[in-house]
């Protein structure tokens, strides 16, 4: 979900490369539903994990992810700056 989800993002900057080439609100707006839905599922994910050491990579995956979702919602952010 995430490697489609960055791939959407990707395709709207680079579907604009003139200002008067504006991404709709509507797209914006789809691509923030599924970005909170990747919340969810991490949020679900990380809390099913316990935390004794033998799950620590799967934190360190969850917390990766983390990331990567900050990232995404940074470009979803210029995005919808540049309407």
Same mark, same amino acid.
């Given at each position: 979900?995430?490697?489609? $989800?960055?791939?959407?993002?990707? #395709?709207? !900057?680079?579907?604009?490369?003139?200002?008067?080439? &504006?991404?709709?609100?509507? /797209?914006?707006?789809?691509?923030?539903?599924?970005?909170?839905?990747?919340?969810?599922? $991490?949020?679900?994910?990380?809390? #099913?994990? !316990?935390?004794?050491?033998?799950?620590?990579?799967? &934190?360190?995956?969850?917390? /990766?992810?983390?990331?990567?979702?900050?990232?995404?919602?940074?470009?979803?952010?210029? $995005?919808?700056?540049?309407?």
């Amino acid at each position: 979900m995430y490697y489609q $989800l960055s791939g959407d993002i990707r #395709s709207l !900057q680079e579907g604009q490369p003139q200002a008067e080439d &504006l991404v709709s609100m509507a /797209e914006i707006q789809a691509v923030r539903v599924e970005l909170s839905s990747l919340q969810d599922s $991490l949020d679900r994910v990380e809390s #099913s994990v !316990q935390a004794p050491p033998t799950n620590l990579d799967h &934190l360190r995956a969850i917390g /990766e992810l983390r990331g990567d979702v900050r990232l995404l919602e940074q470009r979803v952010g210029f $995005l919808e700056r540049r309407r």
